[in-house]
């Protein structure tokens, strides 16, 4: 994972982006591209640009969702924190710490993930049922 140093769309905040190599060299050589373009009218350091050169925003992002959601056929509603959702729910499939998965999401508090993302299936049910009855014997 490549780590970036960014600002909140506010400015106000610093935060780390934690994001595949891959990705962040993909987006690098895109953001050259868009930097170059006739729209830009001047050099931003904005990771992700709109098609005018300059900083996406929030609902511009929520335009390019919906536009892809459209063209692929699904039929949910995605908003950009479904996302966000389905990014800490998969890091905790994979067995990931809560507190590193707490980190990546921004919480100040563990217990904010814990309370939000972590909500046991029935598999993980049965199988603390089971551990719990060979104990037992």
Known sequence: ????????????????LYLWYRLVR???QT???HQ??????KITNAL???????RLTTRGFEYILKQVTQKTGIEVE?????????????CIE???DYKTVSVLL?????STTLNLYVHPNLDQKRKCIDKMFEHLK
């Not at 994972?1 to 780390?16: D, E, F, K, T, Y």
């Not at 170059?36 to 009218?41: C, E, G, M, N, Y």
């Not at 921004?106 to 563990?110: I, K, L």
């Open 1 to 16: 994972a490549s780590v970036l140093n960014a600002q909140n769309s506010c400015g106000r905040n610093r935060v780390q």
């Open 26 to 28: 993909h987006l690098r």
């Open 31 to 33: 953001q050259h591209v």
């Open 36 to 41: 170059k373009s006739l729209f830009a009218k």
């Open 48 to 54: 992700f640009l709109n098609f005018r050169g300059k």
């Open 78 to 90: 995605l908003h950009p924190h479904t996302l966000r959702h389905t990014f800490a729910t998969r």
């Open 94 to 96: 994979s067995q990931c």
């Open 106 to 110: 921004g919480h100040a508090n563990v």
